[in-house]
């Protein structure tokens, strides 16, 4: 079903089974021979939410080879379970390396909007100073929270999660868990603005650059304009990458979750917004972590990773 104003959705459906999705990946690029990250809780997590197919992923019993085999090359049109994994690996390599950057530099307030299943209050080596807020709705924070903490992990950093949609006040809750407005903060908006639609992507980096002193910095994945291109065909493409999943017995359109048309480019909207910012294509992400570059008409070929300071 398309995206509404006012949907809403769990880990296993919808949006949410984006971020069951991700994490699978990330336990898939965990277990590479020279992996680029370490997510010992991926799969536990993709298991405790229940989906069979992405829980196989995760835990091996299913391979992106097992996904990708008659590709002719590891999966192509638009992108293989294969290059999949490596790009998510590469994103999430991204914004461990921005998270620690910032807090090498002195950030001590650290913000992951749309949390869902992102661990890195548990996994990353944080100072012990540091105040990560979590932002997600409050169903999906406590399922983390609770299975977490059932797993016997605990956070690194001193963890305040904000339950509450984005869409809603989440300003206001934020101030109430304790941010404060006036310390530089280090924010991530990860495999997050290409499920908004334009004017609510603009809309969060203004509340984003409103409540960042200076010193703060912003990591965000910008997802391209489509205004010259035919919507209906490109939605077609990224139903293709599905398929094989539902030959798996997961039947979920991603095409419908997704907002396309013209959107602002992130990187000029920062820039006159007063940020500087740093973009990386994501093929220079790849090889910078030691992965293969994807061809052009590789679906996430065209991503940007974002760097900003204010």
Do not use: C
């Not at 010259?228 to 999943?245: A, C, F, G, K």
Request: aromatic fraction near 8%; glycine fraction near 8%; hydrophobic fraction near 40%.
């Amino acid at each position: 079903m398309p995206r509404t104003d006012n949907d809403t959705w769990d880990l296993a459906s919808s949006v949410g089974a984006t971020a069951t999705m991700v994490a699978a990946a990330r336990a898939v690029a965990s277990r590479a021979d020279q992996p680029v990250i370490d997510d010992p809780f991926a799969a536990p997590l993709v298991r405790a939410v229940g989906i069979d197919f992405f829980t196989r992923l995760a835990t091996g019993e299913l391979t992106p080879a097992d996904l990708d085999a008659g590709d002719g090359d590891g999966g192509s049109s638009p992108v293989g379970m294969s290059r999949f994994a490596d790009g998510m690996a590469a994103r999430t390599r991204f914004f461990d390396d921005f998270f620690t950057d910032a807090a090498a530099a002195g950030v001590r307030q650290a913000v992951i909007l749309a949390s869902g299943l992102d661990a890195r209050a548990y996994r990353l080596s944080w100072p012990q100073d540091m105040v990560v807020y979590e932002i997600d709705q409050p169903e999906v924070i406590e399922f983390k929270t609770t299975t977490l903490a059932g797993l016997g992990a605990a956070p690194t950093a001193q963890l305040r999660t904000v339950g509450i949609d984005l869409r809603q006040d989440w300003p206001a809750a934020l101030a109430a868990a304790g941010f404060d407005a006036g310390a530089p903060t280090a924010w991530i908006a990860e495999g997050l603005l290409g499920y908004l639609p334009p004017d609510g992507q603009d809309r969060l980096l203004d509340q984003i650059g409103d409540l960042s002193a200076p010193g703060s910095r912003l990591g965000a994945e910008a997802v391209p304009s489509h205004h010259n291109v035919d919507e209906q065909e490109l939605r077609e493409r990224m139903q293709q990458s599905t398929d094989r999943w539902r030959d798996q017995g997961f039947d979920l359109d991603f095409s419908e979750l997704v907002f396309l048309g013209e959107r602002n480019d992130v990187t000029d909207y920062l820039r006159k917004a007063g940020w500087t910012v740093d973009p990386t294509p994501t093929n220079d992400l790849l090889v910078r972590y030691g992965l293969a570059p994807l061809d052009d008409d590789e679906g996430f070929a065209e991503v940007v990773y974002v760097s900003a300071t204010k």
